[in-house]
């Protein structure tokens, strides 16, 4: 009987806090990347979002980059399981297996899944200065300059850095750039801009303005298909229909809380995000940048949880096979 009533009181007690959740401390959506890259956008985008659909919820963003964002999942891997301290992060969550030899974390066991947010295609692009107007024409010139060339990354293990491994491995030029990878987004942009580095490929919601203003050489999309519904980039061919059979790559961005969290909290944390996603001004902010938002079962924890699952199976051979790994 004891132990029955103090069962019973733990149980009350977990039901009050998560009746008084979100309370009046903020809720932090940890960055693993500098402010005004692309992953910062959609985090706050959704904060804004998440306002308006968890009643109380003081959202903000805390940028913490650095180690390909193993510090910033490292940190909510062993925060303080309130709900108060959640990762937003994309694609790199299930790259960090193959890129680094030791992480302080596992993906798939110190988290607590939330749910997808958004498919971003990544975009092929090159300096302003290149000859090429076309794919074709593009890979063509790379072939023909093997070696003098060079591809900008974001720093190891970012999207950019994914993309462009998978995308020089399908057309056989592992060999064919120097790549050059810079501490962020905002840097690897500006070198390409000012034609010190020649290729990037890169998230849409960082490179669509630059096309269409005409800063960068905007070639394809990575997408199975064309972007039909964008109103700019519809007309940029994807990979697939450029003869790399096969090639699908977007970077998807998803939510997490550390392992433990009440399960209240993590229902109330992810109905609020499904109703984010459907935020008419949400919606537009992402497709805006070419950004498709979720709708499929992704949405909950269970199905966020076995696609990432199945992208860390996708991913781990293609990296290790490219050699790139760190401590």
């Not at 969290?261 to 996603?277: E, F, I, S």
Request: aromatic share 8%; net charge positive.
């Amino acid at each position: 009987m004891k132990r029955l009533l103090i069962l019973a009181a733990a149980a009350t007690a977990l039901l009050a806090n998560a009746q008084v959740y979100p309370g009046s401390k903020p809720i932090s959506f940890v960055v693993p990347f500098a402010a005004g890259g692309p992953t910062d956008r959609v985090a706050r985008d959704l904060a804004e979002a998440m306002r308006k659909t968890l009643p109380g919820g003081n959202f903000v963003v805390e940028n913490t980059a650095g180690a390909g964002g193993t510090i910033a999942a490292t940190k909510v891997a062993k925060a303080n399981p309130d709900g108060h301290t959640l990762l937003l992060w994309h694609i790199g969550m299930a790259a960090t297996p193959g890129l680094y030899r030791k992480l302080q974390y596992k993906p798939l066991e110190d988290f607590e899944y939330l749910g997808m947010i958004n498919d971003v295609p990544m975009t092929v692009i090159g300096k302003p200065q290149l000859p090429a107007n076309t794919y074709r024409d593009f890979e063509n010139y790379i072939r023909a300059n093997s070696g003098a060339l060079n591809i900008a990354h974001a720093g190891l293990g970012s999207a950019s850095h994914l993309c462009g491994l998978m995308w020089q491995s399908a057309i056989n030029a592992k060999d064919a750039m120097t790549t050059i990878p810079f501490g962020g987004t905002a840097p690897a942009m500006t070198a390409l801009i000012g034609g010190q580095v020649d290729v990037m490929c890169d998230q849409t919601t960082n490179t669509v303005a630059q096309i269409e203003s005409g800063r960068v050489k905007g070639f394809a999309v990575t997408t199975a298909g064309r972007l039909s519904s964008h109103k700019f980039l519809k007309d940029y061919p994807s990979l697939q229909e450029m003869g790399l059979k096969g090639f699908n790559l977007t970077i998807w961005h998803g939510l997490y809380a550390p392992k433990g969290t009440p399960a209240p909290v993590l229902k109330q944390l992810n109905d609020a995000m499904k109703l984010a996603l459907k935020d008419p001004d949400f919606i537009k902010k992402q497709e805006g940048l070419g950004a498709i938002i979720v709708t499929d079962k992704r949405m909950e924890p269970a199905g966020h949880k076995a696609f990432v699952a199945a992208e860390i199976a996708k991913l781990q051979p293609l990296i290790e096979a490219a050699g790139k790994f760190a401590d």
